[in-house]
């Protein structure tokens, strides 16, 4: 018997293991195959006044879940400042997304927000959606990326 636990709960932790991999590579990969990877562009560190017209020259998209169009997100407050967003929409799918706004008072700021608003805007156009992954260290930017590009998203619905 005490051998029959032990073994039981190896299965079950590597059946865990086996499915938790699945959902996290597997299923991701897949759904990235099937859609349209864009690059993004460089992203714009100060908000201007100009950035206010969200929904410039937007028409219904011919394909894609959004209407074509320039969008800018609501400022989205965190613990260390403002994060705010535009995303272009092209042909019904976002190809670009600027930062208009984010934490960047201090080297700290400047540092991590360098690094993960890269990564932000890849996976917001790989899965065309504001539902990526949080980077771990910025979870700050994260919450206020995420929330402003939600925000022009929701604009842009078709």
Not at 1 to 16: E, F, H, Y
Not at 100 to 113: A, F, G, S
């Amino acid at each position: 018997m005490k051998k029959i636990i032990p073994g039981i709960l190896s299965v079950a932790v590597a059946g865990a293991v086996a499915l938790d991999g699945y959902w996290l590579f597997v299923k991701d990969h897949v759904t990235a195959a099937t859609g349209n990877q864009v690059q993004s562009s460089a992203s714009s560190s100060s908000a201007t006044s100009s950035s206010q017209a969200s929904s410039t020259n937007a028409r219904t998209a011919t394909s894609g879940a959004y209407k074509n169009g320039t969008y800018t997100g609501k400022a989205t407050s965190t613990q260390w400042g403002d994060v705010q967003v535009q995303a272009v929409i092209k042909n019904g799918k976002i190809t670009t997304i600027n930062v208009l706004e984010y934490p960047n008072d201090n080297q700290h700021d400047k540092q991590i927000n360098s690094q993960v608003l890269p990564t932000y805007k890849a996976e917001a156009l790989k899965k065309q959606s504001a539902k990526i992954q949080l980077i771990s260290g910025a979870s700050e930017t994260y919450k206020g990326f995420t929330g402003s590009l939600q925000n022009a998203l929701d604009q842009a619905e078709v």
